[in-house]
């Protein structure tokens, strides 16, 4: 999937304009605000466009539960793969979580079973 795109010349315009936004003057930056929103909008675009989430590496393959996979590496996954229904800070933690060597502490074991239960998981 594509994601739409400024002209290069656009994009130029509308960072000179969100540069207003640091301005000392409260009607400038206000200015700068919705001229900046209008530059998207003839562009047919919107900030959803410009702005996106960063793109997020797959985790690496872990071992499946047969070859002796722990719980906590298999709640990790599962969470992994439902990061939608989780917070940033929790999709960091399940993410470290992956590549996790060695065991978790006690407050990383409660803090991802935690995260388990709220992605649907039953214990």
């Known amino acids: ?14 960072a000179k ?17 919705l001229k900046a929103d209008q530059l998207l909008r003839e562009s047919g675009l919107t900030w959803r466009d410009i702005i996106a989430p960063p793109i997020v590496p797959d985790p690496p393959r872990i071992r499946s539960w047969r070859a002796g996979e722990n719980d906590w ?20 933690f399940v993410r470290t979580m992956l590549y996790w060597r ?3 502490t006690a407050k990383q074991q409660s803090w991802l079973i935690d995260l388990y239960m709220q992605c649907g998981g039953s214990r």
């Open 1 to 14: 999937m594509s994601r739409a795109q400024l002209e290069p010349a656009t994009a130029a315009r509308l």
């Open 17 to 33: 304009i969100l540069g207003l936004l640091g301005s000392d003057h409260d009607g400038e930056r206000a200015a700068a605000g």
């Open 73 to 92: 590496q298999r709640m990790a996954r599962f969470c992994h793969a439902r990061q939608g229904k989780l917070s940033l800070r929790d999709r960091d």
């Open 102 to 104: 060695g065991s978790p």
